[in-house]
Nanobody, 123 residues
Framework: QVQLEESGGDLVQAGGSLGLSCAAS????????MAWFRQPPGKEREFIAA????????SYADSVKGRFTISRDNAKNLAYLEMIDLKHSDAAVYYC????????????????WGQGTRVTVSS
């Protein structure tokens, strides 16, 4: 099974930009669909974005559509989440996930998870 590790979380000002990375190891990365979820303080984990195995299909939560971009580099076993125009409501621990669903928005469709990386948005 693939193992995942996120990086890139940081403190950023509202309106700023940030990029997250997810490094995969121990599995055939290109056979997994990838997704990002986030968990704001005191709230449930929520879907952010999903990406097909080849990167040709994407799905985004309405709350981030137009501001966040999910991508992947199968040669490097990396997935990315680029975020612009960050809002206070984007503050959360961000998780990448790997699965074999169909751009599912359900956390239960994903088999492997990273430990998370924290994004803090300041005024």
């Amino acid at each position: 099974q693939v193992q995942l590790e996120e990086s890139g979380g940081d403190l950023v000002q509202a309106g700023g930009s940030l990029g997250l990375s997810c490094a995969a190891s121990g599995g055939t990365f290109s056979t997994y669909e990838m997704a990002w979820f986030r968990q704001p303080p005191g709230k449930e984990r929520e879907f952010i974005a999903a990406l097909s195995r080849t990167g040709g299909l994407t799905s985004y939560a309405d709350s981030v559509k137009g501001r966040f971009t999910i991508s992947r580099d199968n040669a490097k076993n990396l997935a990315y989440l680029e975020m612009i125009d960050l809002k206070h409501s984007d503050a959360a621990v961000y998780y990448c996930a790997a699965g074999r669903g169909s751009l599912s928005r359900s956390r239960y469709a994903y088999d492997a998870w990273g430990q998370g990386t924290r994004v803090t948005v300041s005024s």
